[in-house]
Structure formats: C-alpha cells, structure tokens
C-alpha cells in the first residue's frame, strides 16, 4: 500500500465511525448506520475524483469498501464504549478532517492540477463527507455552525500540504506531522469554543424584547 491509500484508508475510517455513531444516535437500522458511514467515509473522495475526471477510489478499489464496513460492525458492538467516548463524533471527525486534507490535496497535486485549485480541492475533500452525513441524517451540517471553526484547520492543512509538496519536502513523516496538526487545531478549538467573525454583525436583542424577536 503507498502512504497516500493508508492515510485515505484511515481517513475513511474516522469519517464512516463518525457517520455510524450519528446513525446509532437517530436510531437508524445497521443497514442505514453502514449507508450513513459510507457516505461519510467516502463522499469527499468520490466528490474529489469527480471532480478530477476519475473513477471514484469507493468503486474502483475495494480496499475503500473495508473501513464503512469495519466502522459499522464497531458501533453495533462497542456502541456503548464508544460513546463513552469523549465527544466521539466530533473527535472522529476531527481525524477523517486532518487526513483528507492532507491526501486530497496531494491527489489532486499528482493529477496535475495548480496549487491553488489543489488546495481547494484537498478542503472540499475534506468536508465533503461530513456535509453529505449532516444532510442526510437531518441535522444541520458542522461546516455551517456559526461558532465552529470547521472548514479552518482544512484549509491549513491543505496550504501546508501544497507548501511541502512544491519544496519536495512531502513524505510521511511531514504528511503525518501536517495531520496532527490539523487534528490538534481542530480539536483545540472545539474546547475553547474559537470561531471566525459571522458574515454579518449580530444585532443585540431590544430592550422591548429580550428574546430579540
């Protein structure tokens, strides 16, 4: 296997546990947990490799088949460790973010395309999955979470990656280091509650109404 399938792999994994875990939350049969977790898992790359003229990797290799499938059979049977979790599915998230940054982009670099559509390309990646989960399942997608830094540390992410691939530095001990980063970003704001300026400012609440209606 190259480092770019272990990290896409990985990635899947993180993102289809995440997709599972939110299933098993809206009490969803073990078929629409292992639907769920694909599309999570896999979305962003399909999105990706359309976008680039190929064959999704989801139908093309069946080594993309093994983590939805891998991550549906753990939350039937750890369910219950896992959410003892703390915050699992944001965590989890977190971990497909930080990698689909980082191969998305380098993908999409190796295919020939400009820096800065890479990057882009390596973001879209990256929240693909998790917007695709978010609609499906009902719920309002984290990438439009006014007080959340979502899209933030995949763009980081993605200049770094571009930045390592042009100086010739990109291997796998600097592909990894780039998602820790991301991961540790992503996972510092969570805590502290960062999040960019809103597109417009917010209006305080009159005197006449406290509720701001």
């Known amino acids: ?82 959410e003892r979790l703390h915050r699992p599915l944001l965590i989890l998230d977190a971990g497909g973010l930080a990698l689909f940054c980082v191969t998305g982009t ?15 390309l390596g973001v879209t990646t990256a929240v693909g999955g998790g917007l695709l ?14 007080d959340d830094l979502y899209a933030v540390p995949a763009m980081i992410g993605s200049v770094l990656a571009t930045v390592l691939w042009l100086t010739g530095l990109y291997g796998i001990v600097t592909a990894v280091a780039v998602a820790l980063v991301v991961f540790a970003f992503r996972v510092v704001s969570l805590h502290f509650g960062w999040h960019i300026p809103h597109a417009a400012p917010v209006a305080p609440p009159s005197r006449e109404d406290p509720h701001g209606r």
Do not use: E, K
């Open 1 to 82: 296997m190259t480092l770019a399938l272990v990290l896409d792999l990985l990635g899947t994994f993180f993102f289809a546990m995440s997709g599972c875990l939110l299933a098993a939350r809206s009490r969803f049969d073990i078929i629409g947990s292992l639907f769920l977790g694909s599309l999570a898992g896999l979305g962003g790359g399909v999105i990706r490799d359309l976008v680039l003229g190929n064959v999704p990797n989801a139908f093309a290799n069946p080594w993309y088949l093994a983590p939805p499938l891998l991550a549906a059979l753990v939350v039937y049977f750890l369910h219950a460790w896992v």
């Open 106 to 120: 380098v993908t999409a670099l190796h295919a020939g395309m400009n820096p800065v559509a890479s990057a882009l």
């Open 133 to 146: 989960r978010d609609v499906v399942a009902n719920r309002v997608p984290q990438l439009f979470n006014r």
